[in-house]
């Protein structure tokens, strides 16, 4: 079972960046859509961005539009979020994983979920 690799998460005051990495999905041939997710303490998880395979399309979580940008380079095989004007309000474990659907956000239809990041923004 493929799991992919979060890595990048850290301290950071408001106001400040952070680039998130995903890794390991290289070799798996079947997905459209690569997303990222985060899941806050007592929360549901909600889908932030997701990129489809090709790079061509985007799709953001609204209270993120404008502040973070996801990316993909398939010579690394790497999917980069970068966030930017971080809130407390965006503090969550931010997870990768992989869909056979087109640029989608909905979490049931995502499969080889990483363990995940942690991103906390407080000052």
């Known amino acids: 079972q493929l799991q992919l690799v979060e890595t990048g998460g850290g301290l950071v005051q408001p106001g400040g960046s952070l680039r998130l990495s995903c890794s390991g999905f290289?070799?798996?041939?079947?997905?459209?859509?690569v997303g990222w997710f985060r899941q806050a303490p007592g929360k549901e998880r909600e889908g932030v961005s997701s990129?489809?395979?090709?790079?061509?399309?985007?799709n953001h979580l609204g209270a993120v539009q404008g502040r973070f940008i996801i990316s993909k380079d398939n010579t690394k095989k790497m999917v980069y979020l970068q966030m930017n004007s971080l809130k407390p309000e965006d503090t969550a474990v931010y997870y990768c994983?992989?869909?056979?659907?087109?640029?989608?956000?909905?979490?049931?239809?995502?499969?080889?979920w990483g363990q995940g990041t942690q991103v906390t923004v407080s000052s």
């Open positions: 994983a992989l869909s056979r659907g087109w640029n989608t956000l909905r979490s049931s239809d995502f499969h080889s």
């Open positions: 290289g070799f798996d041939l079947d997905y459209n859509t």
């Open positions: 990129i489809t395979r090709n790079g061509a399309s985007t």
